[in-house]
């Protein structure tokens, strides 16, 4: 793969650097808050080589790549200029779209964990190697080379703090390494033996309550949040050739003892409430929560929400020492593998076999991601076995009350973490996922009629395309929008409407109904992939003045009536009404050739000249 090509094609089709308001990556995802979402162009991005999917969530714009995310990331952000330049990323939200308070909670949570969650699920995973060597007699505690490897794998967790510090700092755009310097002080050796022996401090006569906050979470996460507030006060204060100095100054000299007398405590407190909290209702039916949560953690990836259990999860192993979720949704991984195992075992298609194969070894070690939108969702019925399966599998996890001594991402890697207490049942659960999420994809996760697989290989047939709106024809190229006229999500042509009415342009099967009414997608009985889509940017009119009279997957003949548009409010409101009518899967096509037509009025406007190819249907997103 060029990711050097691949990095400057998406940079492209998000709208430039311009564009970008933020941008960082995760295990599988290059992940942007754009300034103007409409800007991007998403069939193009979808169909790049290389590229897995789109998905918008959480106030995020996810380009989903795979585990090679990490060398396009590096390539774009050369290309952006933000390689080595964090400001080109870090403006302030008031440049951007407002995001409602759900959305902005999960983007901060997510920023945070994401930078350092590969070096902290590899210092969990070694924290669970050395567990099993001490247990099957391997090593021992005190030899020289235990202590040396547990060192490496238990400091991010000792020293969290400091780590959540930076990241949370970036996030919140204060001076990092003015939080860094708080997280080091909480941590600081005198401090923490000081505390640890229960001895009380006094600031100026203030008793400081004594508690160490090694390995914790809440606590920093709030201290950082109190200075997001007081820094640009600070800053105010002292002219800008002394603020550099003074600002950290003053942050140090108001937020150290703030957070070890009040900021702390609460923080503590709110702590010890989720942990408990969560404790009671997984006590009251550890199954049940197993069942739940081995089920939908999978949908929750797919949203984005599951960052919000990263925290909960982290501070159970800070408070008591273990917890009992992570057990359970590495049920939830080992069943997308299982699926992704079926499919590749009953397809018969080569792209999605080969597909389905690498998938099984990615989610093996937790990258769920690749399967789930390259494989199990897209083809539905897998997505659901794996969902059935994890269920069961979770349950039994759970009904074992299985934990985890350290935090580490879930999957078949994260087994010796979990030693201890229901070990055998967790190894159980485990094999019921993956197994029955196989045997379920193999016998009822896979179409087995090639005219409706979604991954079917065929050959298409010469298919003609007539006019879906009365009108005058004009070339594609003259569109006043670059990605139509560029054609970079197919050749096609365009109808200046003169009646807003959009008829079957062929028979065949709607394939995509857009929520707003602006754009249906139609597969034609040859195979032929069409998008209509009315109008420039009237996604934003959000339904407006637009009436879809088909559903999705219904089948319709060529003339039947699919949208009505009201085309005189619509230029009312500011818009170009012309109509776009493109053959998104024209690779598949020795030719796409228009018609010498200019008006538009049931004539056939298109022909298109075959050859093999593969049949995936319409893109989910405009």
Known sequence: MDYQDLAQQILDKIGGKENIQKAWHCATRLRFNLKAVDQADTEGIENLDGVITVVQSAGQYQVVIGNSVAKVYAAL????????????????????????????????????????????????????LLALFVALNWMTTTSGAYKIWYSAGDAIF????????????????????????????LLYPTLVTVMSNSTTLRFFGIPVMPTTYTSTVIPILLAIWVLSYLEPWF??????????????????????????????????????????????????????????????????????????????MMNNIAKMGYDPLLPILSAAVLSQAGAALGVFLKSKDTKMKALAG??????????TEPTIYGVTLKLKRPFYCAVAAGAVGGGIAGFFQVHASSFTLPSLLALPTYLGQGFIGEVIGLLVAFIAAAVLTYFLGVKEDPSVDETSTSKLDDDTIMAPVEGTIIPLKNVNDEVFASEAMGQGLAIVPSKGEIHAPVDGTVTAVYPTGHAIGITSTNGAEILIHIGINTVQLDGQYFETMVEQNATVKCGDLLTTFDVAKIKAAGYDTTVMVIVTNTNDYQAVQPTTATEANKNMILTLEPQSTTNEGVPANV
């Open 358 to 367: 690498s998938s099984v070894i990615t989610a093996f070690f937790g990258i």
């Open 235 to 312: 800053d105010k204060l002292f002219p800008e050739s002394m603020r550099n100095i003074f600002s950290p100054l003053l942050s140090l000299i108001v937020m150290t003892p703030l957070t070890l007398l009040v900021v702390g405590p609460v923080g503590g407190v709110i702590s010890n409430a989720l942990a408990n909290g969560m404790m009671a209702i997984y006590n009251f039916m550890p199954s049940g929560a197993g069942l739940i949560m081995g089920a939908f953690w999978q949908v929750f990836v797919i949203f984005g929400v599951h960052w919000t259990f990263v925290p909960l």
């Open 158 to 185: 000792y020293f969290l703090p400091i780590f959540l510090a930076f990241t949370a700092s970036k996030q919140l755009h204060v001076n990092q390494f003015v939080g860094v310097s708080l997280g080091a002080a």
């Open 77 to 128: 952000a050369d290309l952006a200029g933000i390689a080595n330049a964090d400001s080109a990323t870090e403006e302030k939200d008031e440049d951007g779209p407002k995001q409602n308070i759900v959305n902005r909670f999960i983007a901060f949570i997510s920023g945070i964990f994401t930078p350092f969650l590969g070096a902290l699920a590899g210092a969990g995973i070694l924290k669970g």
